[in-house]
């Protein structure tokens, strides 16, 4: 049997189950990865908000990272919650020589904080540089850039880091990719409208890191995410879980049983 390749998610936890790492593994599992993880926060969280977030200290963070790369082969990482500069930071001195797929968690969807200006700044210094891709939603490319402007300006700016840019949550069904130097150009797909998309950016970024590590291209990841991440709000659109926002869809269909 093929050995899948590894994907690490570097992240924070999600108590209900719909963001954060939860929804990272759920999702590069989907894609035939293999998920391993390094938890940046422990939050108590649910549909309807950040109830408290507790940090893990920078030394057990770096800690986690050393288990995975000094054990398993990862093709790519992806960042999710990072939730401190000092964090930020590590990421980016430890795993520059790998892919790395940045979606710049700063605001949750209830709108909880998860990461003030200093983490804003250390993404802009200390890790997009380094970055494959990132992932940024439009309030955190205006929150990076220190800019308002069109979708297309901000990913073109972002680009300008070095990195390439998915920017999504622009202009309806519409998102932007960016490349170094080059002209940003529309990835247009459906809209779904559902309040059932908590954690819809966890599972869009996860499903692009988990395409580039099966071999995909920058351009290919960022379409293939988008359609997984479509087909996902579908699923989950009439669902009745929480008494918020509840979550995308990480389930997956499959037929148990075998020869009678």
Avoid at 43 to 49: E, I, K, N, S, V
Avoid at 69 to 96: F, H, I, N, S, Y
Avoid at 143 to 165: F, I, K
Avoid at 192 to 199: K, R
């Amino acid at each position: 049997m093929t050995m899948p390749p590894v994907v690490l998610t570097i992240a924070g936890t999600d108590s209900g189950g719909a963001a954060g790492i939860a929804a990272d593994l759920a999702t590069i599992g989907h894609h035939g990865c293999h998920g391993a993880c390094v938890v940046t926060a422990v939050t108590a969280q649910d549909t309807t908000g950040v109830h408290a977030v507790h940090p893990v200290p920078v030394d057990v963070v770096d800690a986690q990272i050393s288990a995975v790369l000094d054990d398993l082969p990862v093709t790519v990482v992806k960042t999710g919650m990072l939730g401190a500069p000092e964090v930020v930071a590590l990421v980016g001195q430890r795993l520059a020589h790998l892919p790395i797929v940045v979606d710049p968690v700063l605001v949750a969807t209830s709108g909880a904080v998860l990461g003030d200006r200093s983490v804003a700044t250390a993404y802009v210094r200390d890790l997009l540089p380094r970055a494959r891709v990132a992932t940024p939603n439009l309030d955190e490319a205006r929150a990076l850039t220190g800019r308002d402007g069109t979708p297309a300006d901000l990913a073109a700016r972002l680009a300008d880091l070095g990195c390439a840019v998915v920017l999504t949550g622009g202009e309806a069904g519409i998102d932007w990719l960016a490349v170094p130097g080059g002209t940003p150009r529309p990835l247009t797909h459906p809209r779904v409208e559902t309040t059932n998309d908590h954690g819809t950016g966890c599972t869009h970024s996860s499903a692009l890191a988990a395409h580039l590590a099966l071999g995909a291209t920058v351009a290919e990841a960022a379409a293939r995410a988008a359609a997984y991440t479509h087909q996902q709000l579908l699923l989950s659109r009439t669902w009745d879980l929480g008494r918020g926002r509840g979550p995308i869809a990480h389930t997956a269909h499959i037929t148990l049983g075998g020869s009678s």
